[in-house]
């Protein structure tokens, strides 16, 4: 065989093996962008969960100061992820573990308010309550979201030959978001069977959240 076809059959391989290392590399590069824009999204989300929260318990106290156990259980574990979502390092899989705590203690806070008719009535709970709620519909698509990008990058990451891109290029896994307590994966029930009472503070506009609640009540 002459050696000219040698020399081409060995520019043509190494063509095909640089576009597949280009487009092997341009991938990964678009599903790590993706990951962390979903992330960007959830973070968001949190966000204004932990802003939202110092106005709750000072509508609840209005009607229950005495529950300082609840309440401070909320307080803390709120100060807790808002300190872990903003720590240098501090992964989904840490921020997860945080806001499993936070929602616990937030169903706790709602399971007390039963007790509140007057309370479960006030207007500004209610919307609250009902913000809330919505917020957690979104941290938990945005959830879904995000996972399911993180599932498609460790993937590639991980099968041959892609991994051998990401070995190159040092791609590493992601982690995760995930809720770790079955428990608190359920969204607060709003609750509009009370409306109608009275109640101090009964129509009172949601008030701008203070980032740094103390954690006296």
């Known amino acids: 065989m002459p050696t000219w076809v040698w020399v081409l059959i060995a520019v043509v391989l190494v063509v095909i093996v640089a576009g597949y290392l280009i487009a092997a590399y341009n991938g990964l590069v678009r599903l790590r962008n993706l990951v962390q824009e979903s992330w960007r ?20 106290k209005g009607y229950a100061a005495h529950e300082r156990g609840v309440l401070v ?56 309550q009902g913000q809330l709620a919505e917020t957690e519909d979104r941290v938990a698509a945005g959830r879904r979201y995000y996972n399911a990008n993180v599932r498609t990058l460790n993937t590639k990451v991980e099968s041959f030959p892609s991994n051998i891109v990401a070995g190159m290029f040092r791609f590493a896994r992601e982690q995760y978001f995930e809720v770790t307590d079955q428990e608190t994966r359920a969204v607060p029930a709003v609750d509009f069977s009370g409306v109608g009472g009275s109640g101090a503070g009964q129509g009172s506009a949601v008030s701008q959240s203070r980032p740094d609640f103390p954690p006296e009540i």
């Open 73 to 128: 259980s909320v307080i803390d574990a709120r100060n807790r992820a808002v300190a872990v979502r903003q720590a240098p390092g501090s992964g989904p899989a840490e921020q997860g573990q945080a806001e499993s705590f936070l929602q616990a203690a937030l169903g706790r806070l709602f399971a007390l308010a039963e007790a509140y008719p007057d309370l479960k009535a006030n207007q500004n709970f209610l919307a609250l």
């Open 41 to 60: 999204q959830v973070d968001v989300e949190l966000q204004r969960r932990h802003d939202l929260i110092p106005n709750l318990i000072e509508t609840v």
